[in-house]
């Protein structure tokens, strides 16, 4: 079955790096789409990076634009989001997805992993 296993998050101070990283198994991953999104307390959950399709450019977030860098390594099953330039705001659980687009056959699915808990501190 599908797993999304998150790992690399931590307690940073603000302007520091982080590097997430998600081990991907149980389907075709170098043709799935890959994401990350977070949720801070109280917040609902945002999308943060994006690959447009399998093998797409990358999207991201306004919030985090020039700081955070989405990649991925499809000979090790493995999506990364590097976090640099860290501020208090980007505190939250983040979260590795796995999209499946709508198909003539069934609606669009999504996996997500555990979650990584990001802390950054002022």
């Known amino acids: 079955q599908v797993q999304l296993v998150e790992s690399g998050g931590g307690l940073v101070q603000s302007g520091g790096s982080l590097r997430l990283s998600c081990a991907a198994s149980?389907?075709?991953?170098?043709?799935?789409?890959m994401k990350w999104h977070r949720q801070a307390p109280g917040k609902e959950r945002e999308l943060v990076a994006a690959?447009?399709?399998?093998?797409?450019?990358?999207n991201y977030a306004d919030f985090v634009k020039g700081r955070f860098t989405i990649s991925r390594d499809n000979a090790k099953n493995m999506v990364y989001l590097q976090m640099n330039s860290l501020k208090p705001e980007d505190t939250a659980v983040y979260y590795c997805?796995?999209?499946?687009?709508?198909?003539?056959?069934?609606?669009?699915?999504?996996?997500w992993g555990q979650g990584t808990q990001v802390t950054v501190s002022s």
């Open positions: 997805n796995a999209h499946f687009p709508r198909t003539a056959f069934r609606q669009a699915l999504d996996y």
């Open positions: 149980g389907f075709a991953f170098s043709t799935t789409v």
């Open positions: 690959f447009t399709s399998a093998g797409g450019s990358a």
